[in-house]
């Protein structure tokens, strides 16, 4: 029905940088709130960033603001980006992408599958 590919993960050195890639997919599927999450081992997943598609309005958590920037392709539906800077080895971890929209007559989210990024020297 709706599929979200999640993709750009890696291994990087501290202080590297690395940029997340998330598109959503359906014949009827129209985005409201695309967001980011991450999964530490052993820890709860956690929002990272979201963005209101409609006024591309950013929302981020405190250890991302500053260091990560959340942003929409205007020329691609449901996809978003995820640029990370000055990653820290605390930033390792799974990163998930939901997508939360319009699909017929309701509302639903969907999540891609993760795609891992390892902070380490």
Known sequence: QVQ???????TVQPGGSLRLSCAASGPTFSSVLMSWYRQAPGKE?????????AISEPNYVDFAKGRFTISRDNAK????????DKLKPEDSGVYFCRAWGRVRDSFDEF???????????
């Open 4 to 10: 979200v590919v999640d993709s750009g993960g890696g």
């Open 77 to 84: 539906n449901n996809t978003i980006y995820l640029q990370m």
């Open 45 to 53: 997943r956690g929002l990272v960033a979201s963005l209101a598609m």
């Open 111 to 121: 999540w891609g599958q993760g795609t891992q990024v390892t902070v380490s020297s």
